[in-house]
Nanobody
């Protein structure tokens, strides 16, 4: 079983920044995919930023140039740096990971609210 714990959400004004972190209960090198999704009220969950253990990184179109995903293998964490936030970024942000042993794993989510 894999546990993912997010932190760093909160309330910020438009144009501000937030940094989310996701701590995994096992080595993140065991995951073939790891990253962040978000879900706004009344909308489907969407991919924000992911990276693969093959080294590729992918971002959602709406966050390209503003968000940066990074990882710390020593701390088993994945981080999401969010800059120039807008009210459209308001959502619950979920950490996600997949490996072949345990399949899909999700964190409990952390709320990000951007005020105009």
């Amino acid at each position: 079983q894999v546990q993912l714990v997010e932190s760093g959400g909160g309330l910020v004004q438009a144009g501000g920044s937030l940094r989310l972190s996701c701590a995994a209960s096992r080595s993140i090198s065991s995951f073939n995919i790891m990253g962040w999704y978000r879900q706004a009220p009344g909308k489907q969950r969407e991919g924000v930023a992911i990276f693969t253990m093959g080294g590729s990184t992918e971002y959602g179109d709406s966050v390209k140039g503003r968000f940066t995903i990074s990882r710390d293998n020593a701390k088993n964490t994945v981080n999401l740096e969010m800059n120039n936030l807008s009210p459209e970024d308001t959502a619950v942000y979920y950490c996600y990971a997949h490996n072949y042993e345990f399949g899909d794993s999700w964190g409990q989510g952390t709320q990000v609210t951007v005020s105009s």
